[in-house]
């Protein structure tokens, strides 16, 4: 027999969920590559921080996970904003991505483990690549093309999605909806993506994998969409330079979108590492409704025409409302994040815009109600729970989290509580039901909070019969509280690496098992100084 290497488990390992063929699944989650002809505000931040959250859930579940994010940076908006600006469309990516949209990540404490930008080599060589199988393979060829475009939007519009306001500037024009500009008349010879041939297939996806377009409204619409009749779509533009050359025809580039939607792969090795991208393919896509079409319409039809995978789930959440009307820039409604973090802090904004916003609908965001929850929930609610059982058990157990004793109803049902609030969460994030996961665990708080308050611990610590009930209720208290230092990793992670050390917590607390209830003590506690959420005084600048 030969010698085998001892394999003794590491402590706090996360057990490796295995899918049916008994592999190491794989969990792939993705934002849309974001326009750099601006900064970001809170609607881009948005997107960012779910898939974000996604993306460490599923990583604490010990899921071989990779997440995903960049910028979209050719076509003719970029390209005019830079000309704007006098200077190359080039310079002026690198001057965004550098100053505004890599340092996003830092503002919102996200852990991407890629960023891609479409002027990448790496990204071009895949579009290249990928236009000239679809070529070879018969599902391009040359046509005319009339239609009217938004460059906001980059698409071309149909006449039916038009609007033709009585009044204003645009009075009596064909004006897009969204950007609230007149679209233009473009007249061209293009390659042509034959989409149509996929109406078929598409809607057969739809149907059989209800789960493909997520949420159910987003998923009617699409199918709509696609009964009306698909057409073929113009691929490529040859009225000006920026962006990936047709392959065949230098005089063409790639139409922005289609290259833009091809990141998704190029980052995870298509073009040069096969093994990797085998590793990761296909994704779970995080985009704004606004952009579902794009997603779940043409890019499945562009991996059905080169025979890969469709990606398992794309979810349309919705937008971020300000005066009932979607947030943009462009109608200068934009709040910029930081804005935001610089007051309350990355982990309230992450909390926030999760649990106040019902993932896949719309939501208002008010100054009043992100200080009230912040005040509510975050400083008074769990970040004053921590404070006080912590103090507690520094005081009255000199800082040794206590030995459970005999075991009362009321301590059995916070046991309970702790493995509810983990069970209901992972089932709320398998629906990517966010806020409900969020819910899940500000129910514990508050159920921790209703215990510590019938219990008084501080009466009983003037008992001294009743020392062994005291170590209880503090234990009991430690061990719900650990148990959320875990479930609110992925949403409040710099608190919650603060918390778990702080009530004594073993090793990392991103090598806890987010599926399992914290059901150990030991350790010593150490305060909490400054508290996990100080109080905020809403300045006046932002409070307008
Ligand atoms: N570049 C394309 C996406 C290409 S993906 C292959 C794009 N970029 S964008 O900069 O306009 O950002 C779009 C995304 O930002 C939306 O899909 C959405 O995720 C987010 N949001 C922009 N405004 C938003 C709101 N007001 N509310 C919520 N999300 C918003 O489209």
Redesign the pocket.
Known sequence: MSARRSHLPEPNRIERVPNARGEDTSFYVT?????VNDVP?I??A??EVAADVLARWHRQRGEDTWSLTGT?EHGQKIMRTASANGVSPREWADKLVSEAWKPLLDTLDIANDDFIRTTDERHERTVAMFLQELYDAGHIYAGEFEGYYCVGCEEYKRLADLETPESGEFAGRLVCPVHGRPVEVLKEQNWFFRMSAFQDRLLKLYEEHPAFVQPASVRNEIVQFVKQGLEDLSISRSSFDWGVRVPWDDSHVVYV?FD??L??ISATGYGDDRAEFERRWPAVHI??K??AR??AVIWPAMLMAAGLEVPKTVFG?????VGGE???KSKLTGIAPNQITDVFGSDAFRYYFLSAITFGQDGSFSWEDLSARYQAELANGLGNLASRVVAMVDRYFDGEVPELGALERGDEFILDASRQAVLQANDAIDRFALDEAVEAARRLVTTLNGYITDEEPWALAKDPSARERLATVLGIAVRGLKTLAVLLAPVIPKASARLWPALGGDGELAAQDIRVAIESGGGRVSLLDPPLFPRVELLEQSAD
Do not use: E, Q
């Open positions: 934002t849309p590559i974001f326009y505000h609607g881009h948005y997107t979209d979108w833009a939607l990141n998704y985009v704004g606004d952009i794009f997603h959440h919705g937008w971020l409302l979607k947030m943009s």
